[in-house]
C-alpha cells in the first residue's frame, strides 16, 4: 500500500484502521507461494476440499501438508464457522452457517485493492 505521508496505519491481521479512525478491509486477490500464483479461494465446495484435508493432515501428523494448505486457508473469501469451531455433531444445527461448516469473510468495510 502506497502513502504520501508518514501516517501509521495500525493493520490487524486484513484491517487497516488510518489515524482517522477509517476502517478498511484488504483484499487478497491471490497468493504466491515458493514462485507459484494461485488465486483466492472462493468457491465453497473448493474451500471445504481444503479445509477437510488440512484437517485431517494434522489429526495424521502430517505437518508438511497442513503447511501447504494453510496459507491457502488464510487467505480463502471464507473462514470457519465460530459457532461450534467445526465440531461435528453441532454442525446440523447451525443456524450461522447454514450447516456448511464455514461462512463467507464478513465485511462491511470498504475494501482497498
Given at each position: 500500500?502506497?502513502?504520501?505521508?508518514?501516517?501509521?496505519?495500525d493493520?490487524?491481521?486484513?484491517?487497516?484502521?488510518?489515524?482517522?479512525?477509517?476502517?478498511?478491509?484488504?483484499?487478497?486477490?491471490?497468493?504466491?507461494?515458493?514462485?507459484?500464483?494461485?488465486?483466492?479461494i472462493?468457491?465453497p465446495?473448493?474451500?471445504?476440499?481444503?479445509?477437510?484435508?488440512?484437517?485431517?493432515?494434522?489429526?495424521?501428523?502430517?505437518?508438511?501438508?497442513?503447511?501447504?494448505?494453510?496459507?491457502?486457508?488464510?487467505?480463502?473469501?471464507?473462514?470457519?464457522?465460530?459457532?461450534?469451531?467445526?465440531?461435528?455433531?453441532?454442525?446440523?444445527?447451525?443456524?450461522?452457517?447454514?450447516?456448511?461448516?464455514?461462512?463467507?469473510?464478513?465485511?462491511?468495510?470498504?475494501?482497498?485493492?
Open positions: 500500500m502506497f502513502r504520501i505521508n508518514a501516517e501509521v496505519w493493520m490487524n491481521g486484513l484491517t487497516v484502521t488510518r489515524p482517522d479512525g477509517s476502517v478498511y478491509d484488504l483484499v487478497l486477490a491471490g497468493l504466491r507461494i515458493n514462485g507459484r500464483e494461485y488465486s483466492n472462493d468457491d465446495d473448493t474451500y471445504r476440499a481444503l479445509a477437510d484435508s488440512a484437517q485431517i493432515a494434522l489429526e495424521n501428523h502430517d505437518f508438511g501438508t497442513y503447511q501447504r494448505a494453510h496459507p491457502l486457508l488464510a487467505g480463502a473469501s471464507f473462514v470457519k464457522c465460530n459457532s461450534y469451531m467445526d465440531h461435528f455433531s453441532l454442525r446440523e444445527d447451525c443456524q450461522n452457517c447454514g450447516c456448511l461448516g464455514f461462512t463467507a469473510r464478513s465485511s462491511s468495510i470498504p475494501k482497498l485493492r
